[in-house]
């Protein structure tokens, strides 16, 4: 199993510091001036969230923390796509210890992020549908750059997104929006996403972003780290201990779903859509 792990600083340019990841599927810069993280996903073309993201995800968030980074901004290195979510071809006809190997990461890389201890915030310049809407959702806020979409459309590819996944999207939308929503697989545009309070803010551009989401991290500057951090916690104790009491239960309820023939028919069914109009372009 890859694992990523943060090794040098590679380069210098102003007051940041770029840091480089093993895989080169994320990278960590951090802002001198603010000790603010970007995070930015770097797997092309649609960062699609495999077994190595994933895991790469989870390393770059923990040497934030044990960095003692002031806050983390997650974004994307693609002009049209935060990420496109789970990688269906990990969950389509999937060896068996992969399958459990993914979705075990995914599990460990939600609670990081959902739980981690500095601010966080995302900075969308891009489509954000299902896992991509999941981290989006994980921050504690939201910037998002116009004409795209973001939204939990799980049920539109024939999949039920776990208690977590609604959870998450519990903890930003009010519960009656939330559930119609999910029962409709329903996607965002930015203005709509605005209107209902899945994100806090618009931007202009990627960069624009990146700004408004420092600016917010900016607001904790004097308040106590620690006060600040174990309040976070308290708000989100119940949904990371319900995942963390139920992890292989949820894990084994998700195997045996992604496993039905309806499932894996579905699944086929949608790759072979995406085959078809990437020959169309």
């Known amino acids: 199993m890859l694992r990523s792990k943060v090794l040098s600083l590679v380069a210098r340019s102003g007051s940041n510091r770029l840091m480089s990841t093993g895989t ?10 603010t000790g603010i993280a970007t995070l930015t996903m770097n797997r092309p073309p649609v960062n699609g969230l495999n077994l190595e993201l994933l895991q790469d995800l989870k390393s770059s968030i923990d ?54 201890s500095v601010p966080t915030a995302a900075a969308i310049n891009g489509h954000s549908p299902a896992g991509g809407c999941l981290l989006a959702t994980s921050c504690e ?13 799980e049920t539109q590819l024939g999949i039920v997104a776990p208690k977590w996944f609604m959870a998450t999207f519990l903890s930003v939308l009010p519960q009656r929006e939330a559930e119609r929503a999910l029962n409709q697989g329903r996607m965002f ?13 618009t931007a202009n551009s990627k960069e624009e972003a990146i700004e408004k989401c420092s600016a917010f991290i900016g607001t904790f500057a004097k308040v ?49 859509g995406l085959k078809k109009k990437a020959k169309k372009q």
Do not use: C, H
């Not at 044990?66 to 969950?91: C, P, Q, V, Y």
């Not at 292989?248 to 195997?255: A, I, V």
């Open 63 to 116: 040497e934030i923390e044990g960095n003692k980074s002031r806050g983390l901004i997650l974004t994307s290195s693609s002009s049209t796509i935060f990420s496109a979510g789970l990688d269906i071809l990990e969950m389509y006809k999937p060896d068996k210890d992969r399958i459990r190997a993914f979705w075990t990461q995914l599990q460990e890389t939600w609670l990081a992020l959902y739980g981690s």
């Open 141 to 153: 806020y939201r910037v998002m750059v116009p004409k795209f979409t973001i939204g939990l459309n």
């Open 189 to 201: 545009t930015t203005e709509e996403a605005l209107k209902v309070g899945l994100i806090d803010e």
């Open 224 to 272: 106590n780290p620690l006060a600040r951090s174990l309040t976070k916690q308290q708000f989100r104790a119940a949904d990371l201990r319900q995942l963390e009491d139920g992890r292989k239960d949820d894990l084994e309820k998700f195997l045996f779903f992604v496993n039905q023939p309806a499932v894996q028919k579905g699944l086929g069914i949608y790759l072979e």
């Open 24 to 33: 080169k599927l994320t990278t960590v810069e951090v802002n001198d001036k």
